[in-house]
């Protein structure tokens, strides 16, 4: 078994898989993967001990990381080019969209002071009418 993960956005510019329409884009990126795919085959050939008990066909997984849509391929489809070479043709890419790495900063949008003034909105809205004079040190947004 040859398990491999990559990511489409670290293609190198001469593929082309950056430029043109959105089939011409699928097509480069097919490429691109026939040719990942290749050598994987190359290293499970190189994995073979001839024990008879090893399968004949390798199990290959690539797991294909992308941000743009148009780079995912139908997994299936795929795999009939590697049906008889190959013992999970249909299984071979799993497509997995990349997520996008966030800092704690850009998560807290909201400032501080802000956030005091809900604390001191939702305190004065527990209490009582005429018990509470929170109201009056609250700021406005």
Same mark, same amino acid.
């Given at each position: ?21 959105? @089939? ?29 008990? @090893? ?68 305190? @004065? ?17």
């Amino acid at each position: 078994m040859v398990f491999k993960t990559m990511s489409i956005d670290n293609a190198p510019a001469s593929s082309g898989i950056y430029s043109g329409n959105e @089939q011409a884009v699928r097509t480069k990126v097919e490429k691109y993967l026939k040719d990942a795919v290749e050598d994987m085959l190359e290293e499970a050939q190189g994995k073979l001990t001839g024990h008879p008990d @090893q399968p004949t066909l390798p199990l290959l997984r690539l797991r294909v990381e992308y941000s743009d849509e148009a780079h995912m391929l139908a997994p299936g489809r795929f795999g009939n080019n590697f049906y008889d070479r190959v013992a999970n043709p249909s299984d071979i890419l799993l497509f997995r969209r990349k997520v996008l790495d966030k800092t704690k900063a850009d998560e807290s949008d909201f400032a501080a002071e802000h956030m005091d003034n809900l604390r001191l909105i939702h305190a @004065q809205s527990r209490c009582g009418a005429n018990s509470c004079f929170l109201l009056h040190s609250v700021k406005t947004f």
